[in-house]
């Protein structure tokens, strides 16, 4: 009898452990951060012009994208998350600086190959038109030459079918207060959850929509066209 407690009582230490350790590790799940300590271990890159140059100072990424480039984080998101970044673009009289396109795709998907988003990353190739073949949400701030900041939902399925159709805007800004400033760091936070999305900088909410066919699973991506941004902070928090 005596060694039948002992027994259920080492039974029962172990469940509790067990079960202690699923708790902890859903609590490091829970928010993700990526430093660039590892470098671009954690990305994976679309690079139209095959010479962007990629530099680490500290816990921030510095890119100069010669045209466009997309910088993709390689675990799809799924559920309900926050994702936050301060980012900036970098005007100092350098080659390569323009200020323009401080932009990112989120939730985005391949109705082509829903199993394995990167299958055609080599053929996307950082190329923008490309983009159209994807279903995702997508901000371009301070685009068209630093005149617009625009919102916009894509359909991938349209692709090669009715351009007019793949990326209806959703709503955009065109005043100083919303366009992009030289060397300015802007606070990013990308929410996605309660059936609606949002896009907001700096604590103001720039854009939310509740979309009753929500994107929500899928990849984040940074989107930069022929200028140097730095970028840190990035955050994952699941909600």
Same mark, same amino acid.
């Not at 469940?15 to 590790?25: D, F, H, K, P, Q």
């Not at 399925?157 to 159709?165: A, L, Q, S, T």
């Not at 366009?179 to 309660?194: D, E, F, G, H, S």
């Not at 604590?203 to 730095?230: C, M, P, Q, V, W």
């Given at each position: 009898?005596?060694?039948?407690?002992?027994? *259920? #009582?080492? +039974?029962? &230490?172990?469940?509790? /452990?067990?079960?202690?350790? @699923?708790?902890?590790?859903?609590?490091?799940? $829970?928010?993700?951060?990526?430093?660039?300590?590892?470098?671009?271990?954690?990305?994976?890159?679309?690079?139209?012009?095959?010479?962007?140059?990629?530099?680490?100072?500290?816990? *921030? #990424?510095? +890119?100069? &994208?010669?045209?466009? /480039?997309?910088?993709?984080? @390689?675990?799809?998101?799924?559920?309900?998350? $926050?994702?936050?970044?301060?980012?900036?673009?970098?005007?100092?009289?350098?080659?390569?600086?323009?200020?323009?396109?401080?932009?990112?795709?989120?939730?985005?998907?391949?109705?082509?190959?829903?199993?394995?988003?990167?299958?055609?990353?080599?053929?996307?190739?950082?190329?923008?038109?490309?983009?159209?073949?994807?279903?995702?949400?997508?901000?371009?701030?301070?685009?068209?030459?630093?005149?617009?900041?625009?919102?916009?939902?894509?359909?991938?399925?349209?692709?090669?079918?009715?351009?007019?159709?793949?990326?209806?805007?959703?709503?955009?800004?065109?005043?100083?207060?919303?366009?992009?400033?030289?060397?300015?760091?802007?606070?990013?936070?990308?929410?996605?959850?309660?059936?609606?999305?949002?896009?907001?900088?700096?604590?103001?909410?720039?854009?939310?929509?509740?979309?009753?066919?929500?994107?929500?699973?899928?990849?984040?991506?940074?989107?930069?066209?022929?200028?140097?941004?730095?970028?840190?902070?990035?955050?994952?928090?699941?909600?």
């Amino acid at each position: 009898m005596k060694s039948i407690d002992i027994k *259920t #009582l080492v +039974i029962t &230490s172990v469940v509790v /452990l067990v079960i202690a350790c @699923n708790v902890e590790n859903k609590k490091v799940e $829970q928010k993700i951060r990526d430093s660039f300590d590892m470098g671009l271990s954690s990305w994976v890159v679309e690079d139209e012009s095959d010479s962007a140059i990629f530099e680490f100072h500290h816990d *921030t #990424l510095s +890119i100069k &994208s010669p045209a466009g /480039l997309t910088l993709w984080y @390689n675990r799809k998101l799924s559920g309900e998350y $926050q994702i936050s970044y301060s980012i900036s673009l970098q005007i100092n009289g350098r080659v390569g600086e323009r200020l323009s396109d401080m932009n990112c795709f989120w939730a985005a998907t391949d109705p082509l190959n829903p199993d394995d988003f990167f299958a055609r990353s080599g053929w996307r190739h950082g190329i923008f038109s490309r983009y159209n073949s994807l279903n995702m949400y997508y901000v371009g701030y301070g685009g068209n030459d630093n005149t617009t900041t625009r919102f916009r939902k894509y359909y991938g399925k349209y692709y090669n079918v009715d351009n007019n159709k793949i990326k209806p805007l959703i709503q955009e800004y065109i005043d100083a207060d919303h366009l992009l400033q030289p060397n300015r760091w802007y606070k990013v936070v990308i929410t996605v959850a309660k059936g609606k999305t949002s896009f907001e900088v700096n604590g103001e909410r720039l854009f939310e929509l509740t979309d009753k066919e929500l994107y929500s699973d899928g990849y984040f991506g940074i989107r930069l066209l022929s200028n140097r941004a730095a970028i840190t902070g990035f955050t994952i928090q699941y909600l």
